[in-house]
């Protein structure tokens, strides 16, 4: 039995187990089938022509975990950022646990999702956000949706500012030889409130995972939200991450994605406008190597007028590795006075390394300011040079060029202790100590 069909089987059985209403098990069912239309996206479609998991589904993946595991702190502390004090919501194998996580109801909600699902209370909530962003025709965004159970629920009311950030961190045990999992994130930034988030899922062993997540956002008239996600796994990891982004009026979310690990890492980040005066922000560092694979499959959906997006996608490519940047802009024709800009960089270390780059601006107004560029090339030998005429050995020459490749993003970011922690990965990825002052 392939995983498709698997999943398919266990579909009934798993809505046996988990407490659903007529109106979740209605949009499961409605999701499942699609899955069942469509299966796991292959090259023959436009969007995923460069990137395959045919050798992923290969595996004989569990689809839900046996048993529950546990793992102490002091193992895993080191994926925590715990040079300041965080929200945390932490699940092992898809499990919340509650022992690692620091949650809330006081003046902000960081909780689960499973409450959304099933308690009486949370009920508008349900009606009002769930699946309402998210694909219904993406076929792994349905199928997760098919077998949403848990994952976060982040409520920042009107006019609150989350007190510190909040930690969203997935962790795979390996106790299964193979497993897949689909955590499910909702996120609610009330009309002038303000939120910083950081997501992580990390692997604690070689055996493989198949990660399919979906995180719904929802940022209200004048929210600000600072998303970042840290992809730094064991390359025995697959992840398939697909988020949505609602803004209304002048709201600003910026999403900054860090991609060093992995086999194969799919990001499919899509924002929305529904308000004039909005910001969104794209950025993003990829530095892989060997026969690693990262893509990132971006849209701009710019529906009304005043609205700004700046998109800024740095890659480094060495061994065999391959990387795709695959950018839509879309410009309606309502949305004049449109400032959109759009730049992916990229540098192969290696001969053998690869990189598909596709920006594309589809502009249907005629009062707007849109540009977009794409560069490939490798290190400029003139500066490795000067820079070991004046005593700098090549290896550090080498990481220090790169690095700078990279500030431009890296100063972006805006909890100091996160950008401490990037930049220290960084200088890991390149094999060198940059000598800064970690």
């Known amino acids: 039995m392939d995983l498709k069909e698997k999943l398919i089987s266990s579909f009934m059985a798993f809505e046996e187990k988990v407490d659903v209403t007529a109106q979740l098990h209605d949009i499961r069912t409605s999701a499942i089938k699609n899955f069942e239309n469509k299966g796991f996206p292959t090259k023959k479609e436009e969007a995923w022509k460069y990137t395959s998991l045919n050798t992923v589904l290969k595996n004989d993946f569990s689809v839900f975990p046996k048993r529950e595991n546990s793992i102490e702190f002091k193992d895993v502390k080191k994926f925590f950022l715990h040079e300041i004090d965080t929200y945390k919501l932490v699940f092992i194998d898809g499990k919340f646990s509650s022992f690692m996580s620091s949650t809330t109801h ?202 700004e997006s700046h998109q800024n996608y740095k890659t480094i490519l060495g061994g065999s590795s391959t990387g795709v940047f695959n950018g839509k802009i879309f410009v309606e024709k309502e949305a004049q006075k449109t400032d959109a800009f759009q730049q992916n960089n990229n540098i192969l270390l290696s001969d053998k390394a690869t990189i598909n780059a596709k920006p594309q601006l589809e502009i249907f107004a005629d009062d707007v300011k849109c540009s977009h560029g794409c560069t490939i090339g490798q290190l400029d030998e003139s500066a490795m040079f000067y820079m070991q005429q004046r005593g700098i050995p090549k290896k550090e020459a ?37 000598g800064f002052d970690l």
């Not at 510190?164 to 955590?183: D, N, R, W």
């Not at 996600?229 to 994605?257: F, G, M, P």
């Open 106 to 307: 006081e003046g902000i909600d960081v909780c689960l999702l499973s409450s959304v699902l099933t308690k009486p209370k949370y009920k508008m909530v349900l009606d009002t956000y769930f699946n309402q962003i998210a694909s219904k025709d993406e076929s792994l965004t349905t199928l997760n949706t098919a077998f949403a159970q848990e994952g976060a629920f982040i409520n920042i009311p009107k006019s609150k500012v989350a007190d510190k950030p909040i930690e969203i961190i997935h962790f795979s045990t390996g106790v299964e030889s193979a497993l897949m999992v689909q955590p499910r994130n909702l996120i609610i930034v009330g009309e002038n409130a303000h939120v910083q988030i950081i997501e992580r899922h990390q692997s604690l062993n070689s055996n493989p995972v198949l990660t399919n997540s979906v995180t719904e956002i929802f940022a209200q008239k004048r929210a600000i939200v600072d998303y970042y996600k840290i992809q730094n796994d064991e390359q025995t990891a697959n992840l398939i991450d697909n988020t949505y982004i609602s803004q209304k009026q002048e709201s600003r979310v910026a999403v900054h994605t860090f991609s060093f690990g992995g086999n194969i890492t799919r990001n499919n980040l899509n924002f929305y406008h529904f308000g004039e005066r909005i910001d969104s922000t794209l950025k993003g560092i990829t530095i892989i190597g060997d026969k690693q694979h990262v893509d990132h499959y971006t849209l701009v959906n710019h529906a009304t007028p005043n609205c």
């Open 398 to 434: 080498k990481a220090l060029l790169l690095y700078a490749f990279s500030n431009g993003v890296i100063e972006s970011i805006k909890i100091p202790e996160l950008k401490q922690r990037i930049t220290k990965i960084i200088a890991m990825k390149l094999g060198v100590n940059l």
